[in-house]
């Protein structure tokens, strides 16, 4: 057996059927080695000897009950074993019993998946094949509960289901006609969702592959009419007859000869790489010919196009059997692994068979190359625009990435004929779509965006300026493809005596109450460079999903752009640019969401020009183990020496600092990809700082230099 190597990040393997040049963006790594073969013990049927191993036609989900481990196989009706650990499972399975079992017509049912709630009950899912034609089925997924260890269920009923008439009754597909099924249901770190990953195979194709699902773990008991599938970007369609959007698509319909599609996915949550792990199989024919065995990761289950591209770690000519059904199962039993829950080092199984063991690596255990990767998106002279300034960077809940800045026409200055463009990424920001104008007002100024997504809607909200002075502001219900017509707010959030107005630049937030928040500027008098006590930086906010904007608190003169987080104790800090001609950044801390702000101090430790900057959460102590925090700004007294610094403790050290580019350089924006790739959309150039606005993507072992990982 062959060890296969697949590095994170930087690598490209060979083109896969139907996705072209595979470049592989994410920040694991995996390495299958061979290892002694062990097979579960699955089902022995009619006439074959009950001690050797059986068949699986499906997921073998386990659980723990104290030292014992059950493990469930299926192939038309579930059977369970037990034992000290997975290398150490009874046999011959034992067949377990349902309470509607007498007079069943509607087709087999396969024990997928599997969870053990904290009062002992055990819930379980089930792919279901009612028959639809002969010969022919469309599946569906039904649960049950059991309250003694998985051996007797009381079928709950079925909770998911495509939509009627979605069923292809011409299929050439050996076995559906459409359906949902082959899934995995897996509950999230915080217990509030449970999440359902389903093959789905519609006749529409744009609703064919693997899509998702959700429902609150307190319906666990009655859960139908509890699901609800994820589709256009929200968790808005039923359970029962519900469509889909898809997060893995079928390449070739299913029900062509040629059929092309990832299938079959099975979950755990890594503990080594702290993130979720996904295997999928992939057909390549009508036929279900196994093509190889692929894996995906995701950070966050609620952000479903999170999951980064799939790639190969297994040939099918590396199979035995059916070569169907992959999945992680660990080994560790102080730790209680299962097929859910796994470290460093487990067992990989393909079709109940295991010969190999698989070992995942963190970024800069084994990459050979964790350099940023660098796109000019916007270069000056380019695309019908003397020059690109002023970035803003945001990612939307769907996973695109919006890179917006300021198109200036004729000149470089910061009046004139100024337009808003923007570039679009779907692919964590690998790709980028053509500039698109959002707003062109002729010859007058259009400037200063400061985008925010509100994370409960979808709207992605863009305020802006107007000749430096009024505010208005526009809003994408579609991801950024197209913007509404804007709308002015300056009456509501504005002083007569400001004499220039500035929103952000850069990305406002959400604060956790569903507050939106816009970091600004302005100007009184006759305020000027060598005159700046009657510069002031100010916030804006909205309460009501945007629909309308108020002041919020104005902070001690000599303060100008800024940018905000909110900490973990609900505090708002906000990091600005100051006049107070001592090169360093300034602070100030709001205990009330930015009505209200404290004295304005220096940040001794933060060497750099007058020059806006930028800062984003990265991580927080719930989610990733850790507090992180991250800021960009030129370092020195110049605008020169693009920096990244890194944050433990919510603003208030700055320990980890290093160099992004170290030339000349001003204005800059970060944002985190789905994949957790740390982004940073910063203005640069040789001989100018302003020759081009360039997306850098990289992550946090190239910040810290190998010291801290995810």
Not at 40 to 54: L, R
Not at 248 to 273: E, K, M, Q, V
Not at 373 to 394: M, W
Not at 546 to 558: E, R, V
């Amino acid at each position: 057996m062959k060890i296969v190597t697949i590095w994170s990040l930087l690598l490209i393997v060979n083109p896969v059927a139907g996705m072209g040049e595979n470049l592989l963006y994410g920040r694991d790594s995996v390495v299958i080695h061979p290892a002694a073969r062990i097979q579960f013990p699955g089902i022995v049927h009619g006439g074959g000897d009950p001690e050797s191993a059986g068949d699986v036609d499906c997921s073998s989900p386990a659980h723990w009950d104290g030292d014992t481990m059950y493990m469930f196989y299926s192939t038309g009706h579930p059977f369970r074993s037990s034992g000290r650990d997975v290398f150490h499972l009874s046999r011959p399975s034992q067949r377990v019993k349902f309470d509607n079992e007498a007079g069943w017509k509607m087709g087999g049912r396969w024990i997928e998946s599997t969870y053990k709630a904290e009062d002992g009950k055990l819930y379980m899912w089930y792919h279901n094949e009612p028959p639809v034609i002969p010969g022919k089925t469309a599946p569906r997924i039904g649960t049950m509960v059991s309250t003694d260890k998985g051996l007797n269920w009381r079928d709950l009923g079925i909770v998911l289901e495509a939509p009627c008439g979605s069923n292809n009754l011409d299929s050439v597909n050996k076995y559906f006609v459409g359906g949902n099924g082959d899934f995995a249901v897996i509950a999230d770190r915080e217990n509030k969702y449970m999440y359902f990953f389903i093959s789905t195979y519609n006749k529409d194709m744009a609703e064919q592959g693997v899509s998702v699902a959700r429902m609150p773990i307190k319906d666990l008991d009655n859960p139908k009419g509890k699901i609800f599938k994820w589709y256009k970007g929200q968790w808005s369609e039923p359970g029962i007859g519900g469509h889909v959007t898809t997060i893995f698509s079928t390449f070739i319909d299913w029900h062509r000869p040629d059929a092309d599609s990832f299938w079959g996915p099975s979950i755990h949550w890594n503990t080594y790489l702290n993130t979720w792990v996904m295997l999928l199989d992939r057909a390549k024919d009508k036929n279900w010919a196994q093509e190889g065995i692929y894996i995906s990761f995701n950070p966050d289950l609620s952000k479903p196009h999170g999951w980064t591209k799939p790639f190969k770690i297994l040939d099918a000519g590396e199979l035995e059997k059916s070569k169907w059904y992959p999945q992680v199962v660990g080994t560790d039993t102080a730790k209680r692994e299962t097929d859910k829950l796994a470290g460093r080092k487990a067992r990989l199984f393909v079709a109940g068979v295991s010969k190999w063991e698989i070992e995942f690596k963190k970024p800069g255990t084994g990459s050979a190359d964790l350099e940023p990767k660098q796109t000019d998106l916007f270069i000056s002279g380019q695309e019908g625009y003397k020059a690109y300034r002023i970035p803003a960077l945001v990612v939307t809940n769907k996973g695109t990435i919006l890179a917006i800045c300021e198109a200036r026409k004729k000149s470089f200055s910061d009046k004139g004929d100024i337009d808003l463009a923007i570039k679009r990424s779907f692919d964590n920001g690998l790709t980028w779509t053509e500039k698109k104008i959002i707003h062109d007002d002729g010859d007058n100024t259009v400037g200063n965006p400061c985008p925010v997504v509100d994370r409960e809607t979808g709207t992605i909200w863009l305020p802006f300026c107007w000749n430096n002075k009024r505010v208005f502001i526009t809003k994408s219900t579609d991801d950024g493809a197209t913007w509404a017509t804007p709308m002015e707010i300056t009456d509501s959030v504005s002083k007569p005596e400001w004499t220039w107005y500035a929103t952000g630049p850069g990305h406002g937030i959400q604060l956790s109450s569903g507050r939106l928040f816009i970091p600004c500027d302005h100007k009184i008098k006759n305020a000027t460079k060598v005159n700046p006590q009657w510069y002031y930086s100010h916030v804006i906010y909205s309460d009501d999903h945007g629909k309308s904007w108020k002041l919020g608190g104005t902070l001690d003169g000599k303060t100008n752009e800024c940018q905000a987080i909110e900490t973990e104790d609900g505090s708002v800090y906000l990091n600005i640019r100051s006049y107070e001609d001592k090169n360093r950044r300034a602070y100030a801390w709001s205990k009330d969401e930015g009505l209200t702000w404290s004295e304005v101090k220096l940040e001794q430790s933060m060497i750099a020009p007058k020059c806006q900057a930028s800062i984003t959460r990265f991580t927080d102590r719930k989610h990733h183990g850790k507090n992180r925090v991250l800021f960009s700004s030129p370092a020195g007294t110049e605008r020169e020496n693009m920096t990244i610094r890194l944050s433990y403790d919510e603003c208030q050290t700055w320990p980890v600092s290093r160099m992004l580019y170290p030339g000349k350089t001003a204005y800059s924006e970060l944002a985190i990809a789905p994949d957790m790739t740390i982004c940073c959309f910063y203005e640069n150039g040789v001989k100018d700082k302003y020759e081009k606005i360039t997306f850098a993507r990289f992550n946090l072992e190239w910040l810290t230099q190998g010291k801290d990982g995810l």
